[in-house]
C-alpha cells in the first residue's frame, strides 16, 4: 500500500511538473515571438532621412498635441450625470380617470327605476286596437354592460368581459378606487423607470432627477431603490393583498390586473438634455498632452521623416530605457501567463478535471497553439512584405484574414471535443490579437471563425466534411470580412475585394490543412478520430476475423456487447461510435486460449475442472494483459487500449474464489490473487462496456428469459456492479444507469424473444393451410426416412454438422 501511494504522489508530481513545464514554455515562446529582441538599436534620424525599418512605440509617453485633447473630452462626458425627468401629476392623472371612470358606472346603479303606474278601474273596454306596449327600460346591469367601451377609454386599458362582470356585481363600489389609488399613489411616489438595466449602468455617479412640472432638480445616488416596470408590477400585488383581503380572490386578482395595466414610468431618460449638457462639458476642455501608446506605428518602413515623425520618434528615444523594455517583456509574458492559466481553469471545470489523460491532451493543446503562434508571426512578415512592396494594391489587414487559424480549434475539436475547442478558440483569438496590434475587429474574427469551425467538424465520419467545413467556414469568413469593414468605415471596394478573397482562401486552407493534420496528430498522439473508429467498426478487420474464427463465442458476445454499448450511449451523451468500437475489441485477450472461457467451449468439457482455482483465475485474468498486448501491435490506439485494461475494472473472480476457499479454507486464500488489476474504468465508455460484458454474459445462463427475468437480472447486476464501487471513476450518474437498464433490457428482450415453434408437418384440410388460402399450401411432404436407413436417402444428410 505504501508502495502504492508513493508511486500516486510521484504521478501527481510528474504530472504537475509537466504541466508547470507546458506553461513556461508557451509563455516564453509567445514572448519572444511578440518581442523578438529585448535590445534596441538606437536609430538616429534627422528630418528627410528614410527610415530603415518599422518603428513602433515600445511604451506610453507623451507629446504636446491638440490630439490628445480627445481623450480628456472622453473623461468630461462620462463625468456628466444622466438626466432623467420625474412626472410628479401623473399620480394625480391616473387618480382623476380612475374616479372618473367608477362614478360614472356607479351612477348607473344610484337611479331608481320608475314606478309603473296601475291600470284604471271602472275604464270601457275600447273597440278600437291597443297600441303595441312600451318596452320596459333595461336594467342597471345592462346599462352598465353597454357601457364597458366608455369605461374602458376613461381608464385607458382593455377589462376583460369577466372581470368587467365582477365589477358591475359590485356596482363599481367607492372602496375600489380608493384602494386603487392608494397603490398606485405608493409605488409612484417610489418612482418608475422603464428600463432600469440602464438607470443602473450609471450607479456609481448617480443620476440628475428633474421634475417636469418645476424644473427642479436633485442628484440622486440611491437607484436600486427605484422600480423597474416589471419590478413595480411585482410590488403592487405585494402592496394591494393587504388592502384587498377582503375582497373576493377573483375580484383582488382583477383589480391587481388593472393597477398593473395602468402603471407606467413616471421617470424617463432625457437624452437630449444629457447630450446637451455632454457637449458643453466636451467644450469645456482645452487642449493638453498628446499620449502615444505602446505599439503604435512611428515611423514605416521606406517613408521619408517628417516632422511629426521626428516629434514622436525623439520623444519616444528620450524615455525609452532598456529596464523598462525588460520589464516590458515581463509584463506581456505575465499577461500570457494569467490567460493560459484562466483558460486552463475553464478547460479543467469542462468536463476533463477527471480524466487522466488530460496531460497529453494538454500536450497537444499546447503543440497546436505554439504552431500557431509562429504561424500568425509568418503571416505578419507575409503581409508586411507584401504590402510594402507595392506589388499588390492592398491593406495588410487582407493578409490577416487569409490565416487559416481557425485549423487549431478543428483539429483540437476533432479529437478531444467540441467544449474544449471553444475555450481553445478563446484562448488562441486572444493569442493572435495581441501578434495583430491587439485590434478587437481581429479577435472577433479569428474566435467566430474557430468557433464555427468546430462546431461544423464536431461529428465528421468523413473525410470529405473537412472540405465542406471549410468552404462554409469561407463564406461565414466573408461575412465577417464585411462586417469588419463596416465596422471601420473602410468602404473601399479594392480593399474589400481583396479581404473577401483572402478570407474565402482562409477557410478553404483551414479545411485543408485539418484534414492533412488529422493523421499526423493520430501518429504522433494516438487519438482516434470517428473516421478511424468506422473503420475500425468493421467486422471484416484482421483481429475481429480471427476473434470470429477461433473463438466464436467471444465474437458473438463482443458483437452484442457493442449493439448494447452503442445504443447506451446514445442515451447518456457518450460517444456511441467509440463505444461500440470499444465493445467489439474489449474481449480480443481470449483469442490465445479460447477454450478455457466457458462461451467458447464445446460438448460441456470444461478445462478448468483439471486445473486449481487460483490457475484459473490467473488465467482469466491474463486475457486482460494479453488483449492490451494485441490492441498495441494492431495499434487500435489509446482509448480501446484503456477500455480493454479497464473494462473488469478491480472486480473479484467470485467463482473461483469461492472454490478456492472451499478448498483451502478462507484463511489460506489471498483474495487479491483472484481480483483483476484494473484500473476501474475511468471514461463513461469503459463503464458501459463493464456493465455491458457482465449483463450479456449472464443473459445467457437464463433457463426461460422472459421480459420480468432479463429486467431483474439487468437491474440486479448494475446495483451489485455499482455497490462494488466499480464506477466510481467513469462520471456515470444514476440517471444515467436508469438509461443504460433500459436500454439493457430493450436489447436483450430482442435476442432473447419467444419464437414460433414450428411443426414439422403442418395440418392440411382440402388442399388449404389452417387459414384456409391455397396461397399458403406447403410443399409436399416428403417421404419419412426409415430410422434403419444408415445411408440416408435422397434430400437428407443424417449426419450434416456433425463431426
Not at 513602433?56 to 491638440?66: M, V
Not at 468546430?454 to 461529428?459: L, T
Not at 485539418?514 to 504522433?524: D, I, Q, R
Request: with cysteine; glycine share 6%.
Amino acid at each position: 500500500m505504501a508502495i502504492t501511494l508513493k508511486h500516486n504522489i510521484f504521478k501527481d508530481n510528474s504530472e504537475l511538473f509537466i504541466r508547470c513545464a507546458i506553461l513556461m514554455l508557451l509563455t516564453g515562446l509567445f514572448t519572444l515571438i511578440l518581442y523578438p529582441s529585448l535590445a534596441i538599436k538606437r536609430h538616429v534620424y534627422q528630418l528627410g532621412d528614410v527610415a530603415e525599418r518599422n518603428i513602433k512605440a515600445t511604451e506610453d509617453f507623451f507629446i504636446e498635441d491638440k490630439e490628445a485633447t480627445e481623450v480628456k473630452r472622453h473623461e468630461a462626458i462620462e463625468a456628466v450625470l444622466a438626466v432623467y425627468d420625474h412626472d410628479k401629476l401623473m399620480v394625480t392623472t391616473l387618480a382623476n380617470r380612475v374616479n372618473q371612470a367608477f362614478s360614472k358606472l356607479r351612477a348607473v346603479f344610484e337611479v331608481k327605476p320608475p314606478a309603473e303606474s296601475a291600470p284604471p278601474q271602472n275604464e270601457e273596454i275600447s273597440e278600437l286596437p291597443e297600441p303595441l306596449a312600451t318596452p320596459p327600460p333595461p336594467s342597471p346591469k345592462d346599462q352598465a354592460m353597454a357601457m364597458k367601451a366608455d369605461f374602458e377609454t376613461m381608464l385607458g386599458i382593455k377589462v376583460s368581459q369577466a372581470g368587467y362582470a365582477l365589477l358591475i356585481q359590485k356596482q363599481f363600489s367607492e372602496d375600489m378606487p380608493n384602494i386603487i389609488n392608494r397603490v398606485i399613489k405608493e409605488i409612484l411616489d417610489n418612482g418608475v423607470v422603464s428600463n432600469k438595466e440602464i438607470l443602473l449602468k450609471e450607479i456609481d455617479k448617480g443620476i440628475v432627477l428633474r421634475s417636469v412640472q418645476n424644473k427642479t432638480e436633485n442628484t440622486v445616488t440611491t437607484l436600486r431603490g427605484i422600480y423597474g416596470l416589471d419590478q413595480a408590477k411585482a410590488m403592487i400585488r405585494i402592496v394591494g393583498d393587504p388592502l384587498l383581503k377582503d375582497y373576493p380572490y377573483q375580484l383582488r386578482n382583477l383589480l391587481v390586473d388593472v393597477i398593473q395595466e395602468m402603471i407606467g414610468p413616471n421617470i424617463t431618460l432625457n437624452r437630449s438634455e444629457t447630450e446637451e449638457r455632454r457637449k458643453q462639458a466636451m467644450a469645456a476642455i482645452k487642449p493638453i498632452l498628446y499620449q502615444i501608446k505602446t505599439g503604435e506605428m512611428i515611423i514605416r518602413e521606406g517613408e521619408r521623416v517628417a516632422p511629426i515623425h521626428l516629434v514622436k520618434f525623439n520623444a519616444m528615444q528620450s524615455n525609452l530605457k532598456k529596464e523598462e523594455m525588460v520589464a516590458s517583456g515581463v509584463g506581456a509574458a505575465m499577461v500570457v501567463m494569467c490567460l493560459l492559466v484562466i483558460i486552463y481553469q475553464l478547460y479543467m471545470t469542462s468536463g476533463h478535471k477527471s480524466d487522466k489523460k488530460h496531460t497529453k491532451d494538454l500536450v497537444f493543446m499546447a503543440c497546436v497553439l505554439l504552431s500557431l503562434f509562429l504561424l500568425g508571426k509568418i503571416s505578419l512578415i507575409v503581409a508586411n512584405t507584401l504590402t510594402q512592396s507595392g506589388a499588390f494594391a492592398l491593406s495588410e489587414h487582407c493578409v490577416y484574414y487569409g490565416i487559416p487559424i481557425a485549423s487549431g480549434a478543428m483539429v483540437v475539436c476533432l479529437f478531444i471535443g467540441l467544449d474544449t475547442s471553444l475555450i481553445f478558440s478563446l484562448l488562441a483569438a486572444a493569442c493572435m490579437t495581441l501578434l495583430f496590434q491587439n485590434r478587437f475587429e481581429f479577435f472577433i474574427y479569428f474566435f467566430l471563425s474557430s468557433a464555427l469551425a468546430a462546431h461544423w467538424i464536431r461529428e465528421c465520419r468523413e473525410r470529405k466534411v473537412f472540405i465542406k467545413a471549410g468552404m462554409k467556414l469561407g463564406i461565414i469568413n466573408i461575412v465577417l470580412v464585411t462586417a469588419i469593414h463596416i465596422y471601420r468605415a473602410d468602404l473601399s471596394v479594392l480593399n474589400l475585394l481583396w479581404g473577401w478573397g483572402f478570407a474565402f482562401m482562409g477557410g478553404v486552407n483551414t479545411g485543408i490543412i485539418s484534414l492533412g493534420m488529422a493523421p499526423l496528430v493520430e501518429m504522433t498522439f494516438g487519438y482516434k478520430t470517428d473516421v478511424t473508429l468506422l473503420e475500425l467498426a468493421n467486422l471484416d478487420q484482421p483481429i475481429l476475423r480471427r476473434l470470429m474464427l477461433e473463438a466464436p463465442g467471444t465474437y458473438h458476445h463482443s458483437v452484442v456487447v457493442g449493439s448494447m454499448v452503442e445504443a447506451a450511449a446514445a442515451e447518456i451523451g457518450a460517444n456511441p461510435l467509440k463505444a461500440k468500437v470499444c465493445g467489439y475489441y474489449h474481449d480480443i485477450g481470449k483469442i490465445n486460449k479460447p477454450l478455457y472461457f466457458v462461451e467458447n467451449q464445446r460438448s460441456g468439457k470444461n478445462r478448468h475442472d483439471k486445473l486449481a482455482p487460483s490457475m484459473s483465475a490467473l488465467i482469466l485474468i491474463s486475457h486482460i494483459k494479453e488483449g492490451v498486448e494485441i490492441a498495441r501491435a494492431n495499434r487500435l490506439g489509446h482509448d480501446i487500449t484503456d477500455v480493454i485494461r479497464q473494462h473488469h475494472g478491480n472486480s473479484l473472480i467470485t467463482f473461483f474464489y469461492d472454490k478456492a476457499k472451499q478448498q483451502k479454507g478462507e484463511d489460506a486464500v489471498n483474495i487479491e490473487n483472484f481480483r483483476y488489476p484494473g484500473p476501474r474504468p475511468q471514461t463513461r465508455e469503459a463503464g458501459l462496456v463493464m456493465l455491458a460484458d457482465v449483463v450479456e454474459a449472464a443473459s445467457r445462463t437464463l433457463e426461460n428469459p422472459t421480459p420480468a427475468r432479463i429486467q431483474k437480472l439487468v437491474q440486479n447486476l448494475v446495483n451489485k456492479i455499482f455497490s462494488d464501487g466499480q464506477l466510481g471513476n467513469c462520471e456515470l450518474t444514476l440517471r444515467d444507469l436508469h438509461e443504460i437498464a433500459k436500454c439493457f433490457n430493450k436489447i436483450l428482450t430482442g435476442i432473447h424473444h419467444h419464437r414460433i415453434e414450428y411443426p414439422d408437418n403442418p395440418a392440411t384440410s382440402n388442399g388449404k393451410g389452417k387459414n384456409g388460402s391455397t396461397d399458403r399450401q406447403p410443399t409436399k411432404s416428403d417421404k419419412p426416412i426409415s430410422g434403419n436407413d444408415s445411408q440416408g436417402s435422397d434430400g437428407h444428410l443424417k449426419r450434416l454438422g456433425l463431426s
